[in-house]
């Protein structure tokens, strides 16, 4: 009789393609400190979590600290949401993103974040393809972010705050 062995618990054999990139693997992605989070604006955070240059989207936990009016704006891609703590909705739909829900959001679509009064911390993580466009409720552009002023703010960020303008690197892919 011969013992075959289990080729179900056997690694992958063959090398990696050596245009693949590293693995990104982030131990906490809700970090306690808090020179991790990268202001966005007064009461609003973003911890990244994955930068994508070549490919251009990111992905991040957005942490607000204050109810109210986070911003209007528009994907030309799709985004995706998990939402971790809280709760939040778009003034333009009837539905509520709640805690442990997810959130799809189609390209085109324009919206306006509000976090309702009674929520005292929101966090949701989510992954935006391409650009997002800040909008006036008539359509009219009034600012831009995007995968590449996401890592200026981060290496801006961090720098200040003593870990470093190359803290943001171990993101970016």
């Not at 959130?103 to 966090?123: I, R």
């Not at 008539?138 to 705050?161: N, P, Q």
């Amino acid at each position: 009789m011969t013992d075959t062995p289990d080729l179900s618990r056997m690694p992958y054999q063959l090398a990696m393609p050596k245009e693949a990139g590293a693995e990104i693997v982030v131990p906490n992605a809700v970090p306690e400190d808090d020179r991790i989070w990268v202001p966005q604006t007064e009461n609003v955070f973003f911890r990244p979590l994955c930068l994508n240059a070549s490919q251009g989207y990111w992905v991040n936990v957005l942490k607000v600290k204050k109810a109210g009016v986070l911003s209007r704006h528009r994907h030309p891609n799709p985004v995706h949401g998990y939402v971790l703590k809280g709760r939040w909705r778009y003034l333009e739909h009837d539905w509520t993103a709640e805690e442990g829900g997810y959130v799809y959001e189609p390209p085109g679509e324009t919206h306006t974040l509000v976090v309702p009064d009674d929520v005292e911390e929101m966090m949701t993580l989510f992954q935006v393809n391409g650009v997002m466009y800040y909008v006036d409720p008539w359509g009219k552009h009034t600012g831009y972010e995007d995968v590449f002023t996401k890592i200026d703010l981060c290496r801006a960020h961090y720098e200040k705050v003593g870990l470093g303008a190359d803290y943001v690197d171990q993101f970016i892919r």
